[in-house]
């Protein structure tokens, strides 16, 4: 049987080639990990352990929050919370910056995370994930909100867990992009698929058609090139997915191409997006990137934006480089 590489392995060979690694990032990856395997264990039993349902709560989004938004996002800050590898945390379920208890040492990194993307598809056993984006934080001191307002250029490391058929982590510190998958047996994810790279060119595209009338006119002009087929300009048929979960989304584009767009939406000027750019559109950016695709809001790329607020939405285009330079390329004759 060839030897299988588990994450630990990959990350410490990883971590061996920097002459400042202290082990400190190794524990906090290994913490994020092990908080996604309960919660993987919490999804796959579902309905037999009662956790499916609405919490009859709302976030700071105005969403009513499911029983495992709350379960998961309890699950990760208590299991990051205790290590001395953070200085806070930011959570999509909470509105303002977790602080780590007094009675922990407080480290050098900041972890910023949805803890279950996709959640409407949870009731339905669709694929859903977790989302994490790290960056580094002055040792030892009391992070202010302006600490997390980072350009996604500043992650060290980026990475989703998707809860669907297998369990899978897809991670990128900035040396291309790997997935590993849960050997439920074993308790471990085992390295299954080395530097992914996504088809420069594709005729796959994911939308929320339902959202057809709030769309700017790049945007509607792309789609229905696409929807008109060989007979159209593109001269060539496209297919359509919507998951309505961007960690199930971005693997499709990952493992064999396609472009995803959720785009500023004229519904409501005060919302540019509906996806939030700290701990969705960031780390999601950096992933994508990393596989040779690109990521932009239509009119930035989406690693350079200045954030203003830790849940901030924005516009998400992001796949294939060839559509998304074509979808900006509308956008600037616009
Ligand atoms: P959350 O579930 O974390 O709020 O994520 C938002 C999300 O579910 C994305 O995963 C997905 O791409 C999008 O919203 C689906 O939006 P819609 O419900 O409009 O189709």
Redesign the pocket.
């Given at each position: 049987m060839t030897h299988q590489v588990t994450l630990t392995q990959f990350i410490i060979e990883q971590q061996r080639g920097l002459p400042d690694a202290s082990g400190t990032f190794t524990l906090l990856l290994n913490n994020i990990v092990t908080a996604c395997k309960q919660i993987s264990h919490r999804v796959n039993c579902g309905a037999l352990i009662g956790v499916l349902g609405s919490a009859e709560s709302e976030n700071i989004?105005g969403?009513v929050q499911k029983k495992l938004?709350i379960i998961t996002n309890d699950i990760m800050v208590k299991a990051l919370d205790w290590s001395g590898s953070l200085g806070g945390m930011a959570s999509?379920e909470i509105n303002d910056p977790i602080k780590i208890p007094k009675q922990y040492p407080k480290g050098k990194y900041l972890v910023l995370f949805?803890p279950?993307?996709?959640?409407?598809?949870i009731d339905i056993n669709l694929t859903?994930?977790t989302?994490f984006s790290i960056l580094r934080c002055r040792e030892g001191v009391e992070p202010e909100t302006e600490d997390f307002l980072r350009k996604g250029t500043e992650q060290v490391c980026a990475g989703f867990v998707l809860y669907g058929p297998s369990t899978m982590l897809v991670l990128t510190t900035g040396n291309g992009v790997n997935a590993f998958t849960l050997d439920q047996d074993v308790g471990e994810f085992i390295l299954t698929h080395c530097n992914m790279k996504i088809p420069e060119e594709s005729s796959e595209f994911a939308i929320?058609m339902?959202?057809q009338r709030f769309w700017e006119p790049p945007v509607k002009r792309y789609i229905d090139e696409c929807v008109a087929g060989v007979d159209g300009p593109r001269g060539k048929d496209f297919n359509m997915r919507?998951?309505?979960?961007?960690?199930?989304?971005v693997y499709r584009i990952l493992t064999r191409g396609g472009v995803?767009l959720?785009p500023h939406d004229l519904r409501d000027p005060s919302k540019p997006g509906?996806?939030?750019l700290m701990y969705?559109a960031n780390p999601m950016a950096f992933i994508i990137e990393q596989a040779g695709g690109l990521c932009s809001t239509g009119r930035e790329r989406i690693l350079d934006l200045k954030p203003s607020s830790i849940h901030q939405r924005v516009p998400l285009i992001l796949g294939s480089k060839s559509e998304v330079e074509r979808i900006v390329g509308y956008h600037q004759q616009d």
């Open positions: 989004q969403e938004d999509e949805d279950l993307d996709g959640s409407s598809n859903v994930g989302i929320n339902s959202n919507w998951v309505a979960s961007l960690v199930a989304e995803f959720y509906k996806l939030r969705e």
